[in-house]
């Protein structure tokens, strides 16, 4: 089977139903398989996709596992050669989704690939970041990412001096979108569930360059993604203490404890 397509669900039933009717408008001319992994929603998952979409696989977890746990329950049953972790929140068409396929099949040392996602009003989203230092989450969940060595930092950090046009190698992608060879999780090994939400993609895709793999962006391939932080609209004091940002500054804080003195990956500088 050449692609098994994930898509992990918590309460989004309704942008999974129309993620699947995004990707049955046209018949895949490849082999792949659908699976759906719901995270305890208690939304009548299952019985509404069987319905609907006889023919996708669902997988109901009897609670919340995060995303690296959810996708990785998914991840253990493909059968594919290339595995897609789709957010439901993503406007994936069965054209975007081969180009990228293809993509994978003309470019043997590439791991990870992903798309170049766009927000609803046409805007770029920056999905291709670099590491973060250890004052990065400061930046982005408080003042501090106001002040000029906050913005500089952000700056780096969400790579607003790449241009989003080119094809190019890059640290890590946003989990909202990705392409996986299958074939190289032998080696590198499935998400890392000790991050429950956030720094899991950041976490996967250094290993993957640890491991020899690369990562790339391909701008290419947009597709629409329907993402929204949800502190953006808050105070960044109010921000600060709910529980979305305690569990992404825990992740943050776990991430560097994993790799605290560990040289980063050399990342090429070329296009490809």
């Given at each position: 089977?050449?692609l098994?397509?994930?898509i992990?669900?918590?309460?989004?039933l309704g942008l999974?139903k129309?993620?699947?009717?995004?990707?049955?408008?046209?018949?895949?001319?490849?082999?792949?398989?659908?699976i759906v992994?719901?995270?305890?929603s208690?939304?009548?998952?299952?019985?509404?996709?069987?319905?609907l979409?006889?023919y996708v696989?669902?997988?109901?977890?009897r609670?919340?596992?995060?995303f690296?746990?959810?996708?990785?329950?998914?991840?253990r049953e493909?059968?594919g050669?290339?595995i897609?972790?789709?957010?439901s929140d993503?406007?994936?068409?069965?054209d975007?989704?081969?180009?990228?396929?293809?993509?994978?099949d003309?470019?043997k040392?590439?791991g990870i690939?992903?798309?170049?996602?766009?927000?609803p009003d046409?805007?770029?989203?920056?999905?291709?970041?670099?590491?973060?230092?250890?004052?990065?989450?400061?930046c982005?969940r408080?003042?501090?990412?106001?002040?000029?060595?906050?913005?500089k930092?952000?700056?780096?950090y969400?790579?607003?001096?790449?241009?989003?046009?080119?094809?190019?190698?890059?640290?890590?992608?946003?989990g909202?979108c990705?392409?996986v060879?299958?074939?190289?999780?032998?080696?590198?090994?499935?998400?890392?569930?000790?991050?429950?939400?956030?720094?899991?993609?950041?976490d996967?895709?250094?290993?993957?360059?640890?491991?020899?793999?690369?990562?790339?962006?391909?701008p290419?391939?947009e597709?629409?993604?329907?993402?929204?932080?949800?502190?953006a609209?808050?105070?960044?004091?109010?921000?600060l203490?709910?529980?979305?940002?305690y569990?992404?500054?825990m992740?943050?804080i776990?991430?560097?404890?994993?790799?605290?003195?560990?040289p980063?990956p050399?990342?090429?500088?070329?296009?490809?």
């Amino acid at each position: 089977m050449k692609l098994s397509i994930i898509i992990l669900n918590y309460k989004t039933l309704g942008l999974v139903k129309q993620l699947l009717k995004n990707l049955r408008v046209k018949p895949f001319s490849i082999s792949h398989e659908i699976i759906v992994v719901d995270n305890n929603s208690s939304d009548d998952t299952q019985r509404v996709i069987k319905e609907l979409f006889p023919y996708v696989r669902v997988i109901e977890l009897r609670k919340n596992i995060g995303f690296a746990g959810g996708n990785n329950v998914a991840i253990r049953e493909a059968k594919g050669e290339y595995i897609l972790i789709l957010n439901s929140d993503v406007a994936a068409t069965r054209d975007a989704i081969e180009n990228l396929c293809a993509f994978m099949d003309s470019h043997k040392s590439v791991g990870i690939v992903g798309p170049k996602l766009i927000n609803p009003d046409g805007s770029t989203q920056m999905s291709s970041l670099r590491w973060p230092k250890f004052f990065t989450p400061f930046c982005r969940r408080t003042f501090f990412g106001k002040l000029s060595i906050g913005k500089k930092e952000l700056s780096r950090y969400l790579m607003l001096d790449f241009d989003h046009k080119s094809n190019a190698y890059v640290p890590w992608l946003l989990g909202a979108c990705l392409m996986v060879r299958s074939n190289c999780l032998k080696t590198v090994g499935l998400m890392d569930e000790r991050f429950f939400l956030y720094l899991d993609d950041t976490d996967w895709c250094r290993r993957f360059w640890e491991n020899g793999f690369s990562v790339m962006y391909l701008p290419a391939v947009e597709l629409v993604h329907y993402h929204e932080r949800l502190s953006a609209s808050e105070s960044w004091f109010r921000a600060l203490w709910n529980r979305t940002s305690y569990i992404h500054i825990m992740s943050f804080i776990k991430y560097f404890l994993k790799y605290q003195r560990k040289p980063l990956p050399n990342i090429p500088t070329e296009s490809h």
